[in-house]
């Protein structure tokens, strides 16, 4: 027997009542978004803040990057909390995006050797870990099957 892609749309029709999956992994996503704020928030401040610091905190984006990620990021973290299907797919284009971005930030600096901070290091940890629990077929759907139309 052929195993169903879940990625696929519900075979049932929306007129059916089927309970609607309830996972926490579309919130544990929303907290891991909450998380990449934080740390990216950390990144911007801890050289201003504690600039004699032992640990450089590495290369850090600025004010403007960092309000353009937490606006961001605050509209993936509750559109995932609300298992919404904007969210999921909100979350899998900025997430993909910021992926994208740390990986050429990451070949320029591995090329050039400066080292990378640990702020930078765990950010890229967190967005991994996101991304990775956002593409879990059990989040998708939660968030993509959780609401049904009602007759």
Do not use: K
């Not at 879940?6 to 009542?17: G, N, Q």
């Not at 990451?106 to 940890?125: H, N, Q, R, W, Y």
């Amino acid at each position: 027997m052929q195993e169903r892609n879940p990625y696929s749309p519900p075979d049932a029709s929306l007129t059916e009542r089927e309970p609607p999956v309830r996972t926490p992994l579309a919130r544990v996503a929303a907290a891991l978004s909450l998380a990449f704020i934080v740390v990216t928030w950390g990144s911007v401040l801890a050289p201003r803040l504690l600039p004699d610091a032992a640990v450089s905190a590495g290369h850090s984006l600025g004010f403007t990057g960092a309000l353009f990620i937490s606006a961001v990021g605050l509209a993936v973290a509750v559109g995932l909390w609300l298992r919404s299907a904007w969210g999921w797919w909100f979350g899998l284009i900025a997430g993909g995006y910021q992926l994208l971005s740390f990986a050429l930030f990451a070949t320029v600096v591995i090329a050039t050797g400066d080292p990378i901070g640990p702020l930078t290091a765990l950010s890229m940890v967190v967005l991994l870990a996101f991304m990775v629990v956002l593409l879990l077929p059990r989040t998708m759907r939660s968030c993509m099957h959780s609401h049904r139309r009602a007759n």
